[in-house]
C-alpha cells in the first residue's frame, strides 16, 4: 500500500475542505449558465415545487416565516441538502441552509453575486451547568386568552416579538436559524398545524434593547416598557391573545441563576439568554404559551443515548427540540387549536 507523502497529504486535504465548502452545485441546464448559488435556487423555486438544485431538494414553503430588523420578510423551506434533513432560510441577498447532526447544528450561508458558501458549525446544547433553565411561571389568569372557537371564524396567526439586546454579537440570520427557524418548523408541523407562526427580529429600540437585567425583577421592569410598544413593520393590527413578546440577552443569566424567565403560563413576556442551550428561547416561548415543567420528558434515542424535550427544567445534554405531547396538547388548549391543515408530507420530514 502507497503512503502518501506530507505534500500530497496536505493537498487531499485541502480538496476535501474546498469539497465541503463548495456552492449548491449546477446541474443539468443551470450547468455553465452563471448564476451563483442564491440565484440558482430561485430558479428552482421559479419552476415550483418540489424541485431541485444540485444537492438541494426543495420540497415545500412553511407557511410561517419571520422579518427581520431591517423590515424584511424571511421565507422558510423543508429541505433536503447533502443527504441530510435540513431547513432553508431565504432572506433579501442571503440564503442559509442548516441540519442537525450529532448534537450539532451545520449552517451552510450563501451570498448573492458569491460562489463560496461560509460553514459554520455549533454544538446545540451549551455547557452543562445543572441549573433549572427557569423557575415554574406562575398561572396567570390575567393574561388576554385566544378567542373561544365560536367567536373565531378562522384560527388567528401567533407572533413572537423577539427583542435582540444590544449586547448580542450574533446577526439576525445568525439568530433565526439557531434558536427559531427549527422552532416555527416544529410548531408547523407538529403543534399548531392549523394557522402560520410568524418571529419578528427587532433590534435598536431604546428602552426596549438597552435594558438592564441579570438582578431580580429584570423581567417586570422591561415588560412595563414592552406594553408600550407599536411595530412599524405589521400591515395590520394583532389582537393581544396572539402576540408574545421576549427578549433576547447575550448573559448566562437573565435573573438570578436563571437562564430565562416568563410571566405567567400562559403568559405574553419572557427573557431568554442566547449564550446557552438553543432551546432556551422555545422554552420561554412554550410557558407564555401553556407548557410546563411538569410534562416534559427524557426520552430514550438508542443504547446509553437520551435528548430532553423543550420544557425539560434543568439544562439539557442533548435537547429533542420538541414539545412532549401533554405540552403540545397544553399549547393547542391555550391557543384554542382548531384543526391540521391537512399537510400531504413526508411524517420523517421533521429531521431538523
Known amino acids: 500500500m502507497e503512503i502518501m507523502d506530507r505534500g500530497r497529504l496536505r493537498r487531499f486535504c485541502l480538496a476535501l475542505a474546498l469539497a465541503g465548502s463548495t456552492p449548491i452545485a449546477a446541474t443539468g441546464a443551470s450547468s455553465g449558465s452563471g448564476l451563483d448559488a442564491v440565484a440558482r435556487f430561485d430558479a428552482a423555486l421559479a419552476s415550483g415545487l418540489p424541485a431541485q438544485a444540485g444537492e438541494l431538494t426543495i420540497r415545500a414553503r412553511l407557511a ?19 443527504d441530510r434533513e435540513a431547513l432553508a432560510v431565504r432572506h433579501g441577498d442571503s440564503l442559509r441552509i442548516a441540519s442537525t447532526n450529532d448534537g450539532r447544528l451545520h449552517s451552510t450561508a450563501y451570498t448573492a453575486g458569491q460562489e463560496r458558501a461560509v460553514e459554520t458549525d455549533i454544538p446545540l446544547e451549551g455547557a452543562p451547568t445543572g441549573h433549572p433553565v427557569d423557575e415554574e411561571p406562575p398561572q396567570d389568569a390575567d393574561e388576554p386568552q385566544a378567542d373561544s372557537p365560536t367567536d373565531m371564524a378562522e384560527p388567528r396567526d401567533l407572533h413572537v416579538f423577539a427583542f435582540v439586546h444590544d449586547d448580542v454579537a450574533l446577526d439576525d440570520g445568525e439568530l433565526f436559524e439557531r434558536f427559531f427557524a427549527w422552532w416555527i418548523k416544529r410548531m408547523e408541523f407538529d403543534v399548531l398545524e392549523d394557522r402560520r407562526i410568524h418571529v419578528h427580529l427587532r433590534r435598536a429600540i431604546p428602552g426596549l434593547t438597552d435594558a438592564s437585567y441579570g438582578h431580580t425583577g429584570s423581567l417586570h421592569r422591561w415588560g412595563r416598557a414592552v406594553r408600550n410598544y407599536t411595530d412599524p413593520y405589521l400591515p395590520e393590527p394583532v389582537a393581544a391573545p396572539y402576540i408574545r413578546h421576549i427578549l433576547l440577552v447575550k448573559g448566562k443569566e437573565v435573573e438570578p441563576r436563571a437562564a430565562g424567565v416568563a410571566n405567567g403560563q400562559p403568559g405574553s413576556l419572557a427573557m431568554a439568554s442566547t449564550s446557552g442551550s438553543v432551546v432556551v428561547p422555545a422554552h420561554e416561548i412554550g410557558h407564555m404559551l401553556g407548557a410546563s415543567h411538569g410534562h416534559s420528558e427524557r426520552r430514550y434515542t438508542g443504547p446509553f443515548s437520551t435528548c430532553d424535550t423543550i420544557m425539560y427544567p434543568v439544562d439539557p445534554t442533548v435537547p429533542c427540540k420538541a414539545y412532549s405531547l401533554p405540552n403540545v396538547k397544553a399549547i393547542r388548549d391555550t391557543m384554542r387549536y382548531a384543526r391540521s391543515r391537512g399537510y400531504d408530507r413526508d411524517d420523517g420530514g421533521m429531521g431538523l
Do not use: H, I
Not at 420578510?73 to 429541505?79: F, H, K, N, Q
Open 64 to 82: 410561517g416565516g419571520a422579518t427581520y430588523s431591517d423590515g424584511l420578510g424571511a421565507e422558510l423551506y423543508d429541505v433536503r441538502f447533502r
